[in-house]
């Protein structure tokens, strides 16, 4: 199981261009290559958070200056997972030409279940879509009812979502078996499109699922017995970017805890991804790897979380 980071579709400072895209995500599905040439089966789960941001601009636009009706998040998600699986599978069925693989790529527009008495539907702290001004946050949430807070880097004001934990996969029987049969299989994207069961039946809710998180579950349904998370780091690192900077190697799960626990990988970057490691490898994972996409061909990439 593969993750691509947000980097992998999108680098700081683009603007998210069609084409800035296609070539981000050619330039990453390049880096599995090592991966598939040792005969990995491979799934590929991915974030959307921009490019949701970048829908629900475009909604609200379309409200604004046409009448078109804009569609909630559960919708907006479902956008996005279309969109980028197209982009990979584009981008690696150019690789797999180049590199004279014969695999085919298979995407999946993947519903996940949460609970509806999950906490976190009254704690929404998941940011989502484009920053405002206090004034025009408060506006819209007197227009909308949604909830907004200040971003904690001084940029504005953003729309929060709850981020319920992830609790089955709709069709992850399917995702296991293409694998099997061969096939690269793209699902879970941007955490899946969150739905709760209600008399009997899945219905879509207003939140966004941890990508990570949604993709160590899906590691553990297909038994999964790597779980890559590709960022734009090469290693985790404690006292990141200050005295004492130091890369891991490997990190037992007491470990990971423990630096969790310190405060030492921040929320919103390296704190989802360790949780998401440590949540694979202790429910039937032999180990995570975090690392970034270009290190793959190294047989020592990356920090290692194992038991």
Same mark, same amino acid.
């Given at each position: 199981?593969?993750?691509?980071?947000?980097?992998?579709?999108?680098?700081?400072?683009?603007?998210?261009?069609?084409?800035?895209?296609?070539?981000?995500?050619?330039?990453?599905? $390049?880096?599995?290559?090592?991966?598939?040439?040792?005969? @990995?089966?491979?799934?590929? !789960?991915? *974030?959307?958070?921009?490019?949701?941001?970048? *829908?629900?601009? +475009?909604?609200?636009?379309?409200?604004?200056?046409? *009448?078109?009706?804009?569609?909630?998040?559960?919708?907006?998600?479902? #956008?996005?997972?279309?969109?980028?699986?197209y982009l990979i599978e584009t981008g690696m069925? +150019?690789?797999?030409?180049? /590199?004279?693989?014969?695999?085919?790529?298979?995407?999946?527009?993947? +519903?996940? $279940?949460?609970?509806?008495?999950?906490?976190?539907?009254?704690?929404?702290?998941?940011?989502?879509?484009? @920053? @405002?001004?206090?004034?025009?946050?408060?506006?819209?949430?007197?227009?909308?009812?949604?909830? @907004?807070?200040?971003?904690?880097?001084?940029?504005?004001?953003?729309?929060?979502?709850?981020?319920?934990?992830?609790?089955?996969?709709?069709?992850?029987?399917?995702?296991?078996?293409?694998?099997?049969?061969?096939?690269?299989?793209?699902?879970?994207?941007?955490? !899946?499109?969150?739905?709760?069961?209600?008399?009997?039946?899945?219905?879509?809710? $207003?939140?966004?699922?941890?990508?990570?998180?949604?993709?160590?579950?899906?590691?553990?349904?297909?038994?999964?017995?790597?779980?890559?998370?590709?960022?734009?780091v090469p290693k985790v690192y404690i006292n990141?970017?200050?005295?004492? #900077?130091?890369?891991?190697?490997?990190?037992?799960?007491?470990?990971?805890?423990?630096?969790?626990?310190?405060?030492?990988?921040?929320?919103?970057?390296?704190?989802?991804?360790?949780?998401?490691?440590?949540?694979?490898?202790?429910?039937?994972?032999?180990?995570?790897?975090?690392?970034e996409a270009g290190e793959l061909g190294n /047989? /020592?990439?990356?920090? +290692?979380?194992?038991?």
């Amino acid at each position: 199981m593969v993750a691509f980071g947000g980097n992998a579709l999108l680098r700081s400072g683009q603007k998210g261009s069609f084409q800035e895209q296609v070539t981000n995500v050619e330039r990453t599905c $390049e880096n599995l290559v090592p991966l598939l040439e040792k005969g @990995y089966g491979i799934v590929i !789960g991915h *974030g959307n958070g921009p490019q949701v941001g970048n *829908g629900l601009l +475009r909604h609200a636009a379309g409200e604004k200056e046409a *009448g078109l009706p804009a569609m909630p998040m559960d919708f907006c998600g479902a #956008e996005t997972q279309g969109s980028i699986a197209y982009l990979i599978e584009t981008g690696m069925d +150019r690789v797999l030409h180049r /590199s004279g693989i014969n695999r085919r790529v298979v995407s999946l527009v993947t +519903r996940v $279940e949460v609970k509806a008495d999950d906490p976190m539907f009254r704690n929404p702290t998941k940011p989502v879509g484009p @920053y @405002y001004t206090k004034e025009q946050a408060q506006k819209l949430a007197d227009e909308t009812g949604a909830t @907004y807070k200040e971003d904690p880097k001084g940029r504005g004001w953003r729309k929060v979502v709850p981020s319920p934990v992830p609790v089955d996969i709709c069709n992850v029987d399917l995702v296991a078996r293409l694998a099997r049969e061969g096939n690269i299989v793209v699902t879970v994207g941007g955490g !899946g499109i969150p739905v709760v069961k209600e008399d009997g039946v899945l219905k879509g809710v $207003e939140a966004v699922i941890d990508k990570d998180l949604a993709s160590a579950l899906c590691a553990i349904r297909i038994g999964a017995d790597e779980f890559y998370i590709l960022t734009d780091v090469p290693k985790v690192y404690i006292n990141f970017r200050r005295v004492g #900077e130091k890369a891991l190697d490997t990190l037992t799960v007491a470990e990971a805890r423990e630096y969790l626990a310190q405060g030492q990988f921040a929320e919103g970057s390296m704190a989802p991804k360790v949780r998401a490691g440590i949540y694979f490898v202790e429910n039937g994972g032999s180990e995570c790897i975090i690392t970034e996409a270009g290190e793959l061909g190294n /047989s /020592s990439c990356g920090t +290692r979380i194992i038991k």
